[in-house]
């Protein structure tokens, strides 16, 4: 059958966008492809990894398991939104200053699962930091720098 | 992802409309954490799919009433796990919800749409069949309620029929003092489909209802009204020896990847002990 396509209307990393999207088409592959938003990553397409991790108002989600058109009216959080300028977010520096960023692949993920988890949780126990985060796999094993850095930024205060 | 028509309906009698008028080619869309990946693979092709998410009708409120509560259909994980009177009267299913996949799954998937997808590693399925859950669906013909124990049928098939939507799901509130525990084994912690998952809760007049999945085409139910498994001071032999005879149903098939059928058995009767002495010891404790 030909693709459907259906306009949507929604606000990215606080900026108003409109975007056509075909109906068939993942919110990943219309942040990536239409957007331009690549700092979202594909990988395991079936809600294992986390690697396309967004907040979807403010809840987050993989955007591999979400149509595109489920998104219109809605709010999202990606990896793009979480530094001012050029001036890092607190988790970013956090995750910079441990050395947890091996490949860096599964980073964006991380680190909007740990955003999440600080806006429930401001001060997460180490228990709660391998809750919140069990839907992000890291190939490389950076776990325990990864929990370091959550727990870095946690320290250093509210999370920007 | 092969392509398909997208529907948003606002109202139940269209969602249903959708339903009858396309049949087996159309899909519901509830969280879509299952459908989105059955559609990218291609193991379903439906011409429409029907998202439910818009309707003002089904909302995931978890409403108290006369009979207990009444879960919307929309009700995510996220919102069961998190709500104090599922926590407070219906534990097990609270334990439930939360261990089913991680943050982002339990943020979009639904307990309908776990009851609807049938799948026997379901996770919430157990503690809701041990609660006598009812499931409310809508139809061409007004709406219906159905005993989730009759829902079931086997992996991917309910007796629902093709044009019917789930609208909630009715817990009723407990006769007496109770209590409840859900556990379940995976291959690793954090996200993974279960090997085993099980459900029990033990009554003050000393009735056990036990329920379990991922040993079977569905999730079964079965019981001891003898007041053995609920009595702490019984012997565990004595108990074991019950429980092997209540599980004697379970039938775990031998081509599954996650775990062996002689692994899932021999787990099936360890956490079956383990679940029931925890529910003991809730009971006991809430007195």
Redesign the interface.
Known sequence: ????A?RIELTVNGRSRSVEV?????LLEALRDDLGLTGTKECC????C?AC?VLVDG????S????A??ADGASLTTVEGLADGERLGRLQQAFLDTGAAQCGFCIPGQLI?AE??FASTPHPTRAEI???L???LCRCAGYEQIFEAVELAARDGTPA | MRAFAYERPESIADAVGLLAEHGPEARLLAGGTDLIIRLREGTIRPRVVVDVKRIAELDGGIRETEAGLTIGARATMTAIGADDRIRRDFTALSEAAAVVGAVQIRNRATLAGNICNASPAADTVPALLTFDAVVVAAGPGGTRRIALDELLVRSGVTTLARDELVTAIELPQPDLARASAHLRRTRRRGHDLAAVTIACVVRADGRTRIAYGSLGPRPLLVGDDSGLLADAAAADAVKAALLAQLFTDASPSPRSMRASPDYRLAMLHVLGMRAVRTAIERLAGAR
């Open positions: 059958m030909t693709a459907q259906r075909a109906v068939h088409h993942t397409l079936v809600g294992e986390g991790t809840a987050s989600v993989d591999c398991l979400m149509l058109v489920e699962s999440a988890l391998e809750e919140g069990a839907g992000n």
